[in-house]
T-cell receptor
């Protein structure tokens, strides 16, 4: 199985432009997550979804929005990109509904540069 | 609130030597702890997780971690380093207030010297 796919692999974006990062999983996992990874800060949770139709805010949600129309897809949208959103973005999924012992599985990441 | 602190942003060991990556946690409730590994240009992969079943947890690739409540630690070890172990390692803790949230440490880059 492919697991989790993310697109694009990398992108350079002008400040002020909008962009949607795509994430698709084929494991039928209920819960999905978006993280950003910045040097020296580890991974920080942007938004999550425990099940299709529901979403929640993570540690750093400002400037980002998500939707969860179905089980497989969890797109992340930047409405008006700013340079501080330059980062590597990882999508993840887990097989429970966010239970404490869930294991999260990660996609390969999208490297975004905002100029 | 739960948090983790990784001591040392970069650790370098010789091939065949002991690997020790340090992680201390802060939690007012019994924590659920994880170690993830990230190889260059890849996503994170679960190495092992502590869920209170046993204090010594064995993971993939010969790694293990011991939960020590008295020291609030969950250090990752491997008896003999291999060149393929070179990667970034992240300690993480599950947040009780929202089971969907994992707090990651800042990461430790492990280098292996021939």
């Amino acid at each position: 199985t492919a697991g989790i796919t993310q697109a694009p692999t990398s992108q350079i974006l002008a400040a002020g432009r909008s962009m949607t990062l795509r994430c698709t999983q084929d494991m039928r996992h209920n819960a999905m997550y978006w993280y950003r990874q910045d040097l020296g800060l580890g991974l920080r949770l942007i938004h999550y979804s425990n099940t299709a139709g529901t979403t929640g805010k993570g540690e750093v949600p400002d400037g980002y929005s998500v939707s969860r129309a179905n089980t497989d897809d969890f797109p992340l949208t930047l409405a008006s990109a700013v340079p501080s959103q330059t980062s590597v973005y990882f999508c993840a999924s887990s097989d429970g509904q966010g239970s404490l012992t869930d294991t999260q599985y990660f996609g390969p990441g999208t490297r975004l540069t905002v100029l | 609130a739960q948090s983790v602190t990784q001591l040392g942003s970069h650790v370098s060991v010789s091939e065949g030597a002991l690997v020790l990556l340090r992680c201390n946690y802060s939690s007012s409730v019994p924590p659920y702890l994880f170690w993830y590994v990230q190889y260059p240009n890849q996503g994170l992969q679960l190495l092992l997780k502590y869920t209170s079943a046993a204090t010594l947890v064995k993971g993939i690739n010969g790694f293990e971690a011991e939960f020590k409540k008295s020291e609030t630690s969950f250090h990752l070890t491997k008896p003999s380093a291999h060149m393929s172990d070179a990667a970034e390692y992240f300690c993480a803790v599950r947040v009780y207030s929202s089971a969907s949230k994992i707090i990651f440490g800042s990461g430790t880059r492990l280098s292996i010297r021939p």
